[in-house]
């Protein structure tokens, strides 16, 4: 029998993420019980898909987990084969695939800021509804939007699933001149993505709750290179990132959580602004001083602003390359792979992306195991939806009005449930014992 | 000679996912980029969860276009009624035309379908992935992976005609 203050909300599908996953909270008494995030997007078995298949392709098979942040996917797995097979880049090949993370990280995020978060902040319903009212402010977002994949173009061919990042290098290099238009086209749309900023930072709603940010750290902010760092002030080698996951199971949803070190934390924009900032563009920082005064922030609203800054980033940093450097054709043979296992870091928009695989004497892929951004942000946002109900029913709000809250707080993350339902290894343990991977 | 449907000033559409990567929907939403203020004039949004939260609807649907090939029961149900409440219904992507690369457990050897069995009969999941067409009458494809932009546009043009919508 149902009491005064005892109820479930449910939301069945989530609007304006990507991918599908549903919301189930249950109060007793007006004690939050539970709060789950129920992924559920159908597995598709990529990581079983891919054994026995060349490890020269193989990243271009795995970029199809993901359609939004397929980029990400596609150079954390060639970088993981080159790892495995002691390949090194050149230094023109790491240049062009930071603009290509560059030119998916301010397509990726314009998407999720202004197609799917802007309307909560303009308290509209959809992009469409803004745009009866003020059409300047949408055909500004869409020129950022289109701005980034107009850079993925030129220099990866696509912005989803792209063809010319391969193992070894790039199979074009963009001609110069071509460079320099797409900096011209980049330098319209900063202003918008600064005014975009404004707009964000005056709308971050207060959710506070403390927990912990892991990201790679590196001299110029980039999303490839450099070391995984706490906000507990310690960093640890790449190499070894498995071993501080424990993977936590949620026999109710397709995808599954990890801890660090034994602790829910967080991965994605927030995390690398408050452990990175301070290696952001010089003329980022000078036009966004103000803003980053707000980190280091536990407001996991404040993703949404850091998404907003990083838009900005990426288009200084690409403005800066594509008009400085002088890019040649380099000869691409096919390269010579080796028996090994190797690991791949890399920052996608939603935060760290790790893949670990061994090629056998064949150039086969033996396995692949991959931790995915979403995964490992499931029991952070977990607590954060516990928290949101039990402080909305403290002050007495209303079931419909704690489902909207709800919704907020899953979009702020960002998350991505294609990415999602990737994992580790296909074995069910009850919820609560844990195993270490 | 006539449209084949009445005469429309905007067509209403439904953009539905199943099992993929939807990388068809993120194209689609790049195709805004130049598209929006041409296409609002002529579309209605009816269903798609990617743009709008409020009002989504299946119901009296001039077109649905369906991202992703069907891995489950509950999805197969979901896709014949689109297709009672649909007049055109087009498959728009590799998983949606193919089956492939969400079907790739179809194939799997039998060591590897007994690693998987436990998490298919917990989500009651189908023997095998299918393609659209398999479970419903298909008018169009847009192939691809991602979907061929230029065969996305000539068909999106193809349903304007087929509504007279100028």
Partial sequence: MHKEGDFEIKVDSLSKIEGHADLEVKVKNRKVEYAHLKISESKRFFTQAVRGKSALNVAQVVSRICGTCSIAHLLCCIEAVENASGIIPSDQTMVLRNLTMDGLMIRDHAMHLYLFCLPDVMNADSILEIAENDRELVEKAFEVKSAGNELS????????????????????VPPNDEARKIAHLLKDARDHALEFADIF???????ERKTHFVALKNQNYEFIGGELCSSEGYCISRKNFLEHLNRVVKPYSQ??????????????ALARMNLNREALHPDTKRDLSSMLAYFPSNNIYMNNLAQAIEIVNCIDHAIEKLETSDFKKEQISLPKLAAGEGVGVIEAPRGTLYYNLKINNGGLIDYINLVIPTAQNMVNMEKDMEKIVQDNLDVGRSKERIRVELERIIRAYDPCMSCATHFLKVRWIEEGSRKRT | MGLPFAKKDKISVAWVTFACSEDSSILFLELLNQHFFEWIKKLEFRHCRMLKEKGNSLDDIDVAFIEGAIATEEDAKKAKMIRENAKLVVSVGACACTGMPSAQ???FDEKTKEEIRLVIERFGHMEKVHPIKDIIKVDYEVPGCPMDEKIFLETLERCFKEFGVK
């Fill in chain 1, 201 to 207: 930072r005056d709308a971050m709603p207060l959710f």
């Fill in chain 1, 153 to 172: 173009k030129i220099i990866a061919g696509r912005a989803v699933h792209p063809p010319y990042p391969i193992v070894g290098g790039f199979s074009r």
């Fill in chain 2, 105 to 107: 457990r179809n194939v």
């Fill in chain 1, 255 to 268: 995808a599954t959580g990890f801890e660090f070190e034994g602790r829910e934390y967080m991965v994605g």
